[in-house]
């Protein structure tokens, strides 16, 4: 099936891609059925989100990412976030 033909059946079938694809390939959302299943979750809730706090969740999440230079912060010259 080509992507083209996936989308348009997810349009008139009322899924998302995502729900097809989750149906036969959960192991590709975690690497237990539960977490798989919490990754699924999460995602239908934040579609759901209106575009504003969708806008906060994304810097709420970035800052509590390991690595991810926080919301507001500075990165200097040198590579370090201030």
Known sequence: MTVPRLIHLCEITGFT???M???VGPHL??????EAED???L???VESLPHDTIR???RLMKR??????SAGSVVT???ESR
């Open 21 to 23: 694809i989750f149906e």
């Open 29 to 34: 959302w975690g690497k237990t059925p539960e």
């Open 77 to 79: 010259s040198n590579g």
């Open 64 to 69: 509590m990412t390991p690595g991810e230079p």
């Open 39 to 41: 990754r699924r979750t």
């Open 43 to 45: 995602t239908k809730l």
């Open 56 to 58: 906060d969740l994304i």
């Open 17 to 19: 891609p995502l729900d």
